[in-house]
């Protein structure tokens, strides 16, 4: 059996064929916003993710410039939190906690808590 390259759509040609059916029918349109809404929240959903990311780092970094012995402590259980609100809250109360027991009882409720 032979199989002809020229013969096999590929999937420029189907989004192409698709885009044309969608003009003919007057929707080529509502296609563009969707794509564009699309593009819009994987862009926000970027920005979220990079938030939460840059304040578990802001977090884990006074946990090791406050208290050293704690640095790995606060990676394993700090880079498990995806709630931005958490996180900061987090990082207000280990700039402000008194003793390195305080710290680790802090971070140790986190694990219970979840």
């Known amino acids: 059996m032979r199989l002809f390259v020229g013969q096999i759509p ?4 189907n ?11 007057g929707l080529e349109e509502g296609l563009e916003q ?3 809404r699309a593009r819009a929240q994987g862009r926000e959903e970027g920005c979220q993710q990079g ?3 840059t304040a578990q780092q802001i977090a884990i970094s006074i946990v090791a410039k ?3 012995e704690l640095e790995l402590l606060a990676k394993v259980i700090i880079t498990t939190i995806s709630d931005l609100n958490q996180l900061q809250m987090l990082t207000i109360e280990l700039s402000v906690v008194s003793s390195q027991e305080r710290a680790k009882e ?3 409720s986190l694990v219970s808590a979840a």
Request: hydrophobic share 35%; no cysteine.
């Open 106 to 108: 802090l971070l140790l």
């Open 66 to 68: 406050r208290f050293p």
């Open 10 to 13: 590929s999937d420029s040609d």
């Open 34 to 36: 969707i794509r564009e």
């Open 15 to 25: 989004e192409s064929s698709v885009t044309e059916l969608l003009k003919q029918v």
């Open 51 to 53: 938030g939460i990311q």
